[in-house]
């Protein structure tokens, strides 16, 4: 399972092609480039398997050639940067 | 402390001690029109390295509220040097009630351009010759953010001139007030210079940021429009306490690239580079 | 009077007057004892002078940053050992704004300290470098010195995060003269929500007061007395038998003395309340009371024979002479080597 910090716990704001992240627990700043601000709003809603994610991206946001192999590298990215859980 | 003063640059109280008359002496002479703070943020310490090099070939060893330990001792012809290097010691890594950009700031109506890159950009030439030009100086060190309105606020220190500097500005500023030339430093010849009494006076009207320049001294002439990402991370390595502040010092830097237009200038010598501002601000 | 002396007064009476050219020194001189966000918050709400006040501001600021990644690093110490299913302990200043206590109130923090069982060393430190943490130096002896003598692993540092963690075992060297009873530490610990643990109360005042008087010179001692002056109110207005129970656990762990001389400090230099048959006053506290104000108003340390042979008692309550010897030889010797090879360098 993935867990990812809860609505409260970060900020997003666009800065022209990527988007800067505040994460308020850790108040490191991070700049994402895309998949990485789609999922982690998706896992802002509760905890969910990769399987899950993959169908809620591919669902919520059109994203283009849904590949298991770079959503788990840009997860495993999130889960070393600390902004997301393996739970 | 044997001698001692205080001065308040911008919003920023420093209370300077030392072992030695003649480092305060010309500290009070270069910032006599500065006002004195009734309570210092930030301690300075000019003492000698061992008790007996306070009188034989005095070495001052450069101390404050923060210290980097492995700061290299100073000659005491070099005390105006050492001074302003604590000053800026304790602000870099002391002050947080400001997003601190490392940069060289000048006003016009009520706006401003800031100039930020590493040293050898050319921040505090530029920012002298715009003061010179007829701008407000606002400061060639740092630029202070205010995190809650995002206006830029003065810290109108001396400016310190290097180098080929020295001469040109000496030439050019034949009015203006300079400190001894400092030759030998561990960043070449040093000459500080006073800022006009404009901006002196001026120290605590903020401006608002307009035109955000990354400048490089000594390419040909080249303009290139920054995206907001890039100002972003330039700015974040460029502040000495961005990830002091925490949300507030992200709130008020993705506020300040998305609003302010950012160019990364290229200039091959220092008329060049006014030119290029004043060409920039004007197409504004 | 002394800045020092003066701040030491305004941490236990937030209230009383201050002379408006006061100020100055005393700021530098709580900075300089890393109490500054404890002086901001013990004067939340008092009048101040204009100028005072956004300064004040900043420290508190300053101290919530400083709270906030303490919290995160406990976090990501614990996402990390978990899996091992062994108990993990925070100690001195994450501990304290972990628990919520009036100590970490501004307090401020650097390194992370764990506690963890001696028998799960291997395990925590294999897991802490399989997630990231590496070792601060390469330095083969002062390793081998913190692995055989010392009461925890040599330092890691996480480089994404810059942050030291500082894992032990016990809470004094073993070549210490008083050997706290570690296995109760753990067996007494307190669980926090998130499945981390702290210190018992009363074990958390015997490690603040053994932190504080037996292992180290002193310096930057009075932030740790306040510790235990804020420690000792909040336990005591909690826990009528507060007292009684500390005077037995001290008795477990054979740290009578220092406990009692942390108690009387506390309070000969902030007031603390302390129970009249802990507060008959011994030989040598005057002394330890002039090292912990060894501070000038320009934020210097100050009384210099004090403070060296606070220096040496340090190492001789840590180790047995002749491994002191032997230890000090090698820190010379290396030392001298480290500057013929900068020399070198420089030539």
Redesign the interface.
Known sequence: MLRGPGEAAF?L?P????T?L?H?PS?T?H?LAPPAPEILRALAGGEMTEAALLAALARDYDLADPDPAALAARVEELVAAGLVERA | ?RHAT?RRIGPI?F?I?SDWRAPVALLDALYADYPV?????A?V?L?ATRPWRRRVRPAIAL???LMLPDAAPLPLEHGLLAAEMAMNLQVALGH??HLLLHAAAAERDGRCVILTGESGAGKSTLSALLMAAGWRFLGDEFVLIDLASGMARPFPRLVSLKNESVAELARRMPGARFGPVLQGTPKGTIRHLVPDARAVAAMDVPATPALLLFPRFGAARAVRRV???EA??RL?QASTN???????G?DAL?RL??RVPARAIDYADSDEGVTLVEDLWCAL | MRAIERLTELLAHPTGPVP?DA??AL??VA??EQLSGALAHRLAGVAV?A??A??L??AR??A??QR?AALFEAEMARRALAPLGVPVLLLKGTAYVAAGLSAGRGRAIGDLDVLVPREALGAVEAALRAAGWRDVKDDGYDDAYYRRWMHELPPLVHPARDRLIDVHHTILPPTARIAPDAAALVAGAVPLRDGLFVLSPEDMVVHAALHLLADGDLAGGLRNLFDIDRLLREFADADEDFWLKLTARVAEHGAGAPVARAARLAHALFGTPVPGEWRAPAPGDGVFRRRLLARDD???EDRAATRLAFYVRSHAIRMPPALLARHLAIKGWKRWRGRRGKDRARS
């Open positions: 900020v704001r800065l022209g092609a990527l800067a505040y308020r108040a700043t700049l | 402390m205080s109280g209370r001690g703070p009734t309570v210092a943020d301690t310490r003492t101390g404050g509220d947080r009630r995206d907001e990402g972003f991370v974040t961005y990830a002091l502040l925490g949300e507030a992200f993705t690239v998305t | 408006d100020w100055t700021l530098c900075r300089a002078p100028p005072v956004p300064l501001a900043e600021g300053a919530a940053e906030r320009w934020g210097r």
